[in-house]
């Protein structure tokens, strides 16, 4: 079975940096991309970043420019920095890794910006 396993969330500053990691387990046959998504109260899930098997990435609108998403060469870490921090980043961010049938989801790291 594939697990998926985020951390590096926790309480920063307006204006500060976190990185958060995301580490999968087991096999995915057929990788297609892992992506970064979070979820603010109040609001669904949405899209922050994805890079796919050309190393591509792509932001949603409001952390473009200040977030970056990038892969380990094996395919099996997935990272999000996260520079110049603002209070409504704050949110549970959830890492997926997709493959040809379905995506795989980790249980979530807390985000919170405040001061």
């Known amino acids: 079975q594939v697990q998926v396993v985020e951390s590096g969330g926790g309480l920063v500053q307006p204006g500060g940096s976190l990185k958060l990691t995301c580490v999968v387990s087991g096999t995915v046959s057929n990788f297609v991309a892992m992506d970064w998504w979070r979820e603010i109260p109040g609001h669904q899930r949405e899209s922050v970043a994805v890079?796919?098997?050309?190393?591509?990435?792509h932001y949603e609108t409001s952390v473009e420019g200040r977030f970056t998403i990038s892969r380990e060469k094996e395919s099996n870490i997935l990272y999000l920095q996260m520079d110049t921090l603002k209070v409504e980043d704050t949110a549970v961010y959830y890492c997926?890794?997709?493959?040809?049938?379905?995506?795989?989801w980790g249980q979530g790291t807390q985000v919170t910006v405040s001061s």
């Open positions: 890079i796919g098997g050309g190393g591509r990435p």
């Open positions: 997926r890794v997709v493959d040809d049938q379905r995506g795989y």
